[in-house]
Nanobody, 121 residues
């Protein structure tokens, strides 16, 4: 069983920065892609960023140029560095990973429970 735990969500002023972390734990054989999604109040969940096992990254249009995703494969952890935050970035941020775990070698879709970021003055 694999668990993803997000951390780093906080209240921050517009223009500020936050760094989110997502650590995977469990009987992990391999983690393929990892990513961040967010869901604002009364909005659909949307892609923020994804990163492959070799470091290729994709970003949602609304965050490109402001956010940076990275990962530490030795720690089974992905990070989201968020800069120049805007009120529109306020959301619950969810970590996602494609994980081969236990006896399963397929990439299973695993989600964290989310961490809340609030951008407000």
């Amino acid at each position: 069983q694999v668990q993803l735990v997000e951390s780093g969500g906080d209240l921050v002023q517009p223009g500020g920065s936050l760094r989110l972390s997502c650590a995977a734990s469990g009987d992990i054989f391999r983690i393929y892609s990892m990513g961040w999604y967010r869901q604002a109040q009364r909005k659909r969940r949307e892609l923020v960023a994804r990163i492959t096992s070799v470091g290729s990254a994709d970003y949602g249009d609304s965050v490109r140029g402001r956010f940076t995703i990275s990962r530490d494969n030795a720690k089974n952890t992905t990070y989201l560095q968020m800069t120049n935050l805007e009120p529109e970035d306020t959301a619950v941020y969810y970590c996602n990973a494609e994980v081969a775990a236990g006896e399963t070698r397929n990439g299973l879709d695993v989600w964290g429970r989310g961490t809340r970021d609030t951008v407000s003055s």
